[in-house]
T-cell receptor, first 111, second 113 residues
């Protein structure tokens, strides 16, 4: 199971773009990268998933370099409601891996 | 609403007691995952069931057990409760054996006094 490393916390201001980078040096060929968001006292919520290059959806973008040893979650123009913990997970989407959540990155958005 | 239903939302009980937490997965989902989240341990995987069978086991204590019933709902049983068992317990479900597209419920907050 590939281990991931993320910053423990980040601060930003409303309207700014936030980039959270996750390191996963031991990522395997079949592994996908998935990001989740968790608000206090709620279950994690899926944000985005990717395998390589760039993936974009209505809430975020995910950038994955060619070596796939890291990935960056990009949140455009954050608002106060984006204050949450963000988790990066790596695993084989086609297999039966167990999503293992680390401590995540606590993002605080200031007015 | 994620479609995953957990009951009760809150539970307060005394040390040494036994409780049962219930999870109804999203319609059509066959896998159920249980997680424990406490302040000092983060989100810890406990156990996974797939279509009634235990699929994977994580850091689940021997005092804890779970099962998945024919209608696919799952129960997590916690016995001989200790103060340290106080935590949020989340259930997640996914359509198949792998967690792609898995969705979390809103959790049960257990307080042991």
């Amino acid at each position: 199971l590939a281990k991931t490393t993320q910053p423990i916390s980040m601060d930003s201001y409303e309207g700014q773009e936030v980039n959270i980078t996750c390191s996963h040096n031991n990522i395997a060929t079949n592994d996908y990268i998935t990001w989740y968001q968790q608000f206090p006292s709620q279950g994690p919520r899926f944000i985005i998933q990717g395998y390589k290059t760039k993936v974009t959806n209505e809430v975020a973008s995910l950038f994955i370099p060619a070596d796939r040893k890291s990935s960056t979650l990009s949140l455009p123009r954050v608002s106060l409601s984006d204050t949450a913990v963000y988790y990066c997970l790596v695993g084989d989407r086609g297999g039966s891996y167990i999503p293992t959540f680390g401590r995540g990155t606590s993002l605080i958005v200031h007015p | 609403d994620s479609g995953v239903t957990q009951t009760p939302k809150h539970l307060i009980t005394a040390t040494g007691q036994r409780v049962t937490l219930r999870c109804s997965p999203r319609s059509g989902d066959l896998s159920v995952y249980w997680y424990q989240q406490s302040l000092d341990q983060g989100l810890q995987f406990l156990i996974q069931y797939y279509n009634g069978e235990e699929r994977a086991k994580g850091n689940i204590l021997e005092r804890f057990s779970a099962q998945q019933f024919p209608d696919l709902h799952s129960e997590l049983n916690l016995s001989s409760l200790e103060l340290g068992d106080s935590a949020l317990y989340f259930c997640a479900s996914s359509p198949s054996v792998d967690p792609y597209g898995y969705t979390f419920g809103s959790g049960t907050r257990l307080t042991v006094v």
